[in-house]
C-alpha cells in the first residue's frame, strides 16, 4: 500500500497572505492543528502548525542574546526568526521547505517518518503540487481497513510451521535459542524453557503468531537461573 492509497485529499489549505488571527479562528473552527501553506496553483510554500502561532505568544518571553552572544549569531537566522515570532502572516510564521514524500512510498516508510520525526503528518506532493495530507490518523485507519488474514486451513502443516517458526527464531538477536524448545501440535505452538524477561515472553509470542497457520501459542517459561545469565 503506498501513500496516494491513504492520503486524506480534501486537505484544509490556506494561502500565505491569510492573517495570523484567521489562522487561529481556523484551527479552532475546524478543530486541526496545522495546514499546509500554497499559492493560487497549488504548489506547495511551506506548513503552519499551531506551534508557530504559539512562538509569537512565547515571543516577548525569549531571551536576546547578550553583546558577546550576539557577535557569534547569523544575522539571517535571528531575522527569520524574529519574522516568524512577530509576523502577521501564513508566510511569515509558516515551516517553509517542509518534509515531504511522494505518491508512491510505502506507507510503512511514511510511518518510520512521522515516528523518527516525531510529527502529526506529511505533505504528499507530485511535481511540488500538494496531492494530500497523510496524518497518523490515516495510517490507524489503514491498520483498521485491512483485510483479516484469512483462516487457516483446518488441517495444519505442522512441520511447514515448525520450519517456518525456527527461521523467524533464527533472525531475533533477542532469542535466547539455547533455551527454548518450541514445539508444534495441530497448528497450535509451545514454547518451553526460559526467558530473560517478559518483553521476551511478550516477543515470542508476536513472532509465533505471525507464522501462517498458527491457531494458538501457549509459553511454559520461566527466568532463567543466576548461572544462566551470563551465558551468551
Known amino acids: 500500500m503506498r501513500a496516494e492509497d491513504i492520503m486524506t485529499r480534501e486537505v484544509v489549505t490556506v494561502r500565505p497572505e491569510t492573517p495570523v488571527g484567521e489562522l487561529a479562528r481556523l484551527f479552532s473552527d475546524r478543530g486541526i492543528s496545522g495546514a499546509p501553506?500554497?499559492?493560487?496553483?497549488?504548489?506547495?510554500?511551506?506548513?503552519?502548525?499551531?506551534?508557530?502561532?504559539?512562538?509569537?505568544?512565547?515571543?516577548?518571553?525569549?531571551?536576546?542574546?547578550?553583546?558577546?552572544?550576539?557577535?557569534?549569531?547569523?544575522?539571517?537566522?535571528?531575522?527569520?526568526?524574529?519574522?516568524?515570532?512577530?509576523?502577521?502572516?501564513?508566510?511569515?510564521?509558516?515551516?517553509?521547505?517542509?518534509?515531504?514524500?511522494?505518491?508512491?512510498?510505502?506507507?510503512?516508510?511514511?510511518?518510520?517518518?512521522?515516528?523518527?520525526?516525531?510529527?502529526?503528518?506529511?505533505?504528499?506532493?507530485?511535481?511540488?503540487?500538494?496531492?494530500?495530507v497523510v496524518s497518523r490518523a490515516d495510517l490507524l485507519k489503514a491498520v483498521l481497513d485491512a483485510p483479516a488474514p484469512e483462516a487457516p486451513p483446518e488441517a495444519a502443516d505442522d512441520a511447514a510451521i515448525r520450519t517456518e517458526l525456527a527461521r523467524r527464531l533464527r533472525q531475533q538477536p533477542w532469542v535466547d535459542r539455547h533455551f527454548l524448545h518450541a514445539s508444534v501440535q495441530h497448528g497450535h505452538v509451545t514454547f518451553s524453557g526460559?526467558?530473560?524477561?517478559?518483553?521476551?515472553?511478550?516477543?515470542?509470542?508476536?513472532?509465533?503468531?505471525?507464522?501462517?497457520?498458527?491457531?494458538?501459542?501457549?509459553?511454559?517459561l520461566a527466568p532463567p537461573p543466576p548461572f544462566m545469565l551470563g551465558m551468551p
Open 37 to 132: 501553506v500554497v499559492d493560487a496553483e497549488g504548489t506547495l510554500l511551506g506548513v503552519v502548525t499551531e506551534t508557530d502561532l504559539m512562538r509569537r505568544i512565547a515571543a516577548p518571553t525569549d531571551a536576546k542574546p547578550g553583546w558577546l552572544g550576539g557577535l557569534f549569531h547569523d544575522p539571517a537566522d535571528l531575522a527569520r526568526r524574529y519574522a516568524r515570532s512577530h509576523g502577521r502572516t501564513a508566510q511569515d510564521v509558516m515551516t517553509p521547505e517542509p518534509m515531504t514524500l511522494g505518491p508512491d512510498v510505502p506507507i510503512a516508510r511514511v510511518a518510520k517518518l512521522l515516528e523518527d520525526k516525531d510529527i502529526r503528518r506529511v505533505p504528499i506532493v507530485a511535481a511540488g503540487r500538494l496531492l494530500g
Open 194 to 220: 526460559f526467558a530473560r524477561s517478559p518483553a521476551v515472553v511478550q516477543g515470542l509470542r508476536a513472532l509465533a503468531e505471525g507464522v501462517p497457520g498458527v491457531r494458538g501459542v501457549s509459553l511454559d
